[in-house]
């Protein structure tokens, strides 16, 4: 059974930092894509970033470039999401996917397996 089990959201000031985590077996974690995803209340599910297995390849929305840093740990089968100078509209539950293939992508259709999702909330 695959599990992908997230963990670090909480509740965080404008201008904070948080750090999640994505832990998973060795063979869920493969050499595929991973993916951090998020939902605020009453929206869809969007994209935030996706890194390749080598590393050597990532991908951002606009809305958190320059903030937020994608990385992963193939030792340790955990993809890591570092959140920076953190905005009110970053409010939301954030989900790690793994996708289908080795191929970094922004579209959530490509992952296969979703974690349960943890809570950001940033205080204005």
């Known amino acids: 059974q695959v599990q992908l089990v997230e963990s670090g959201g909480g509740l965080v000031q404008a201008g904070g930092s948080l750090k999640l985590s994505c832990t998973t077996s060795p063979r869920t974690f493969s050499t595929n894509a991973m993916g951090w995803f998020r939902q605020a209340p009453g929206k869809e599910r969007e994209f935030v970033a996706t890194?390749?297995?080598?590393?050597?390849?990532?991908m951002y929305a606009d809305s958190v470039k320059g903030r937020f840093t994608i990385s992963r740990d193939n030792i340790k089968n955990t993809v890591y999401l570092q959140m920076n100078n953190l905005k009110s509209e970053d409010t939301a539950v954030y989900y790690c996917a793994l996708s289908k293939s080795y191929s970094p992508s922004y579209d959530l259709r490509d992952y296969n397996y979703w974690g349960q999702g943890t809570q950001v909330t940033v205080s204005s």
């Open positions: 890194i390749r297995y080598s590393e050597r390849s990532t």
